[in-house]
């Protein structure tokens, strides 16, 4: 019977642990994608920027 318990009180943590696991990957995957269109909505800015400044100083 002891030997049951210790099992299955190792197996209640393994199974909280691998939803932690699966969890911290899937907060890291959000913020991943959040920071990459992030990133690209940076760089678009910065491209739109560019681009009107060129527009502006070619128009002179």
């Known amino acids: 019977m002891w030997e049951v318990w210790e099992v299955w009180e190792v197996w209640e943590v ?4 691998e939803v932690w696991e699966v969890w911290e990957v899937w907060e890291v995957w959000e913020v991943w994608e959040v920071w990459e269109v992030w990133e ?21």
Not at 40 to 60: C, E, H, R, Y
Request: hydrophobic share 50%; charged share 15%.
């Open 14 to 17: 393994w199974e909280v642990w």
């Open 40 to 60: 690209v909505w940076v760089v678009k800015g910065i491209f739109d920027t560019q681009t009107a400044l060129n527009i502006s100083n070619n128009q002179k």
